[in-house]
């Protein structure tokens, strides 16, 4: 791991630390108000509520293979999780996790508090800063914001272990928590952050409402955007996707991924899942297939079982829709009642005063694409602001 203390980063003349993180590399933020650290970090996590998967990564043979089990995944009665979930297993490992350390470029690290960004299944940090206009890190770094992004396990650069029964949503829920006591204890830059907001998107988000769950001292707010308790949309979204093996969809970027690892078939799908027609540049349709990330069956079985209702988080909460989000709302999440704003009295009794809920204007489940985007993060750093952090 790289120690390397009072590094002069020569982008911003700020001084900063780089432990914490290993191949390092200073990169600017997309329209440049923030600099970057980004390493690779080992951490090391635990957990007992992993699913047990009977189905071997092996026997996904070929494509053919992949379709019946989504086919079967979405199918009425639950026959996919009868057929091949067999209780729980404990889990357990260091895992390398590449992580994104961005502070204002002006004003170096803001101690004070550090956002915590978790991105959703078929992307990877680079959601957070996708183009001038589209990145939250810039506009958090022009607000004064520190922010944390990384690649969840089995996405991007991050370690890519057994599809099945390593990559599910408890074990990195337990990554999260183990980053978040990092953030907390100086590991990285040096820097002991006195206070963590926990942003997320979509599956995301579904772990950072687990974190307020499990770890109610974790988070001193959660933002969680692309997300409602309502599923309606879900079979759709997930056809729309047409699954398709990694490796053989994309060589160049998957080959070495085994057949447990499942990506979009193309941009078509991406566009009906992610996107809001009239809201979205061009570019942000190609940025999702250029930039697409993986799904694993393990991720798409153990998504329901991290979310719930967080009794005892006590920190404010807000919740940020696309308007117009498929998978959440048939594309309309105003009916039949406002459907962001359910989410808190639905999964936040004792959240304090301030939470509150947003519907974005003319976006979709992907709110970062989309024309929207910049008023969503002005309004998060608004809520976290007012929120006193
Ligand atoms: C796919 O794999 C299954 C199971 O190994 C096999 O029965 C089937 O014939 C294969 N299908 C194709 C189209 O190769
Ligand atoms: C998973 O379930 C199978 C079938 O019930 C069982 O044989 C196996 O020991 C279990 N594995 C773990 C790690 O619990
Ligand atoms: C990008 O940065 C420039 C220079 O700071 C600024 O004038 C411009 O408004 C920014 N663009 C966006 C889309 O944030
Ligand atoms: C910080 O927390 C991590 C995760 O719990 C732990 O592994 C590490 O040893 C801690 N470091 C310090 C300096 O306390
Ligand atoms: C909430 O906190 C109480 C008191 O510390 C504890 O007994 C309870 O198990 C917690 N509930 C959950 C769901 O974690
Ligand atoms: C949270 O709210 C429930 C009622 O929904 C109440 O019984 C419980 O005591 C509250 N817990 C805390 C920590 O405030
Ligand atoms: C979930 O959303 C759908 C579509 O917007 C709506 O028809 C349904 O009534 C909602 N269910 C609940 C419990 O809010
Ligand atoms: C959503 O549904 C409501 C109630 O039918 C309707 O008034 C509104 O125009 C719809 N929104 C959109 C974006 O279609």
């Not at 949503?169 to 183990?178: C, E, K, N, T, V």
Request: hydrophobic fraction near 40%; charged fraction near 10%; aromatic fraction near 10%.
């Amino acid at each position: 791991m790289a120690l390397a203390t009072g590094l002069l980063c020569a982008a911003s003349n700020i001084a900063v630390s780089t432990s914490g993180f290993a191949n390092v590399e200073f990169v600017p933020s997309s329209n440049g108000s923030a600099v970057c650290i980004q390493g690779n970090v080992p951490v090391y996590a635990s957990t007992t509520k992993n699913q047990n998967i009977t189905m071997p990564v092996s026997a996904i043979t070929n494509q053919t293979v992949v379709t019946e089990t989504i086919v079967e995944f979405l199918m009425a009665g639950e026959g996919l999780k009868q057929k091949i979930l067999s209780g729980t297993t404990t889990v357990s490992g260091t895992y390398n996790i590449n992580a994104r350390l961005c502070y204002p470029r002006n004003t170096g690290i803001n101690a004070h508090s550090v956002q915590f960004l978790t991105h959703g299944g078929g992307f990877d940090k680079a959601y957070w800063d996708i183009a001038p206009g589209y990145s939250y890190v810039d506009v958090a770094a022009a607000s004064g914001y520190t922010t944390f992004s990384y690649d969840r396990l089995c996405t991007g650069l991050s370690s890519h272990p057994d599809a099945h029964n390593v990559c599910q949503g408890p074990l990195q829920l337990a990554i999260a928590h183990s980053l978040i006591l990092m953030l907390r204890n100086g590991t990285f830059a040096s820097t002991p952050f006195k206070h963590v907001i926990g942003t997320g998107h979509s599956f995301g988000s579904g772990i950072t409402n687990g974190l307020t769950v499990e770890y109610p001292a974790d988070l001193d707010a959660a933002v969680l955007t692309g997300f409602t308790t309502n599923f309606t949309g879900q079979p759709t979204f997930f056809a729309s996707l047409d699954l398709t093996i990694a490796n053989l969809n994309n060589p160049i970027r998957f080959g070495g991924l085994s057949n447990g690892y499942f990506v979009a078939n193309n941009y078509v799908g991406n566009q009906f899942a992610f996107l809001k027609g009239g809201g979205f540049p061009a570019a942000n349709l190609a940025f999702t297939e250029a930039s697409k990330q993986t799904l694993t069956l393990g991720e798409l079985l153990t998504l329901g079982p991290i979310i719930g209702r967080a009794t005892n988080f006590t920190g404010p909460v807000a919740v940020v829709d696309g308007e117009s989000d498929w998978m959440l709302c048939l594309g309309n999440c105003t009916v039949p009642t406002d459907l962001a704003a359910a989410v808190l009295p639905n999964l936040y009794p004792n959240a304090s005063k301030g939470s509150e809920s947003y519907l974005v204007p003319l976006s979709g489940h992907a709110v970062n694409l989309h024309y929207g985007a910049q008023v969503a993060f002005e309004h998060i750093m608004e809520f976290v602001r007012k929120s006193g952090f």
